[in-house]
């Protein structure tokens, strides 16, 4: 049973540029919600997607968006990318009301030059 | 606005030691606390505590939750080089699908 996967593993990207991030949630799960970890720093809840839906937000601009497909696969794009977006962004998957089992991918590292 | 503190934020222990992770929090409507290791990316996940003053134990490693203080410690003995990693504490509110609040955490290094 494959867990959680991310594509790509690492990226480097210009300033101004735009990003999109891939996730494959574990079999099974149907919610998949992003975070973004600074270095150094815990994980910051960017937004869950359910039922194709964005249910929930935390405090990240317009920038950052994203979108769930059919098959509970999701993306997160980024918009007119700044330096501070550098940071390892992690992906984690759970079935509905079985939330507080969530499991991470390995993140995708973005580096923003 | 949730919030999540953790001492210390690195710790240096030789191989045998006893450790103990702090972390306090502050949630509206709490519904649980999770610890996580992050070793190289990925988090994976260590307890979940809902109840006040049930430990939960796993091998060497073990955790409790005070509501009334509102913290929760994580104990690590017989310390292993294994062992090395960010532990991460997060905290859940019950209207909150599932959206995570974590602590800075705190790098554990431990020497042979």
């Known amino acids: 049973d494959a867990g959680v996967t991310q594509s790509p593993t690492h990226l480097i990207k210009t300033r101004g540029q735009q990003v999109t991030l891939r996730c494959s949630p574990k079999s099974g799960h149907d919610t998949v919600s992003w975070y973004q970890q600074a270095l150094g720093q815990g994980p910051q809840f960017i937004f869950q997607?359910?039922?194709?839906?964005?249910?929930q937000r935390g405090n990240f601009p317009d920038r950052f968006s994203g979108h769930q497909f059919p098959n509970y696969s999701s993306e997160l794009n980024v918009n007119a990318l700044l330096l501070g977006d550098s940071a390892l962004y992690l992906c984690a998957s759970s079935q509905d009301g079985r939330d507080y089992e969530q499991y991470f991918g390995p993140g995708t590292r973005l580096t923003v030059t | 606005e949730d919030k999540v503190v953790q001492s210390p934020l690195s710790l240096v222990v030789h191989e045998g030691d006893t450790v103990t992770l702090n972390c306090s929090y502050e949630v509206t409507n709490f519904r649980s606390l999770l610890w996580y290791k992050q070793e190289k990316k990925a988090p994976t996940f260590l307890f979940m505590l809902?109840?006040?003053?049930i430990e939960k134990k796993s091998g060497r490693l073990s955790s409790i939750l005070d509501k009334k203080e509102l913290f929760s410690i994580l104990n690590i003995t017989a310390t292993q080089t294994g062992d090395s990693a960010i532990y991460l504490c997060a905290v859940m509110g019950d209207t909150s699908y599932g959206k995570l609040t974590f602590g800075q955490g705190t790098i554990l290094t431990v020497h042979p």
């Open positions: 997607y359910y039922e194709e839906e964005e249910r």
């Open positions: 809902t109840s006040s003053g």
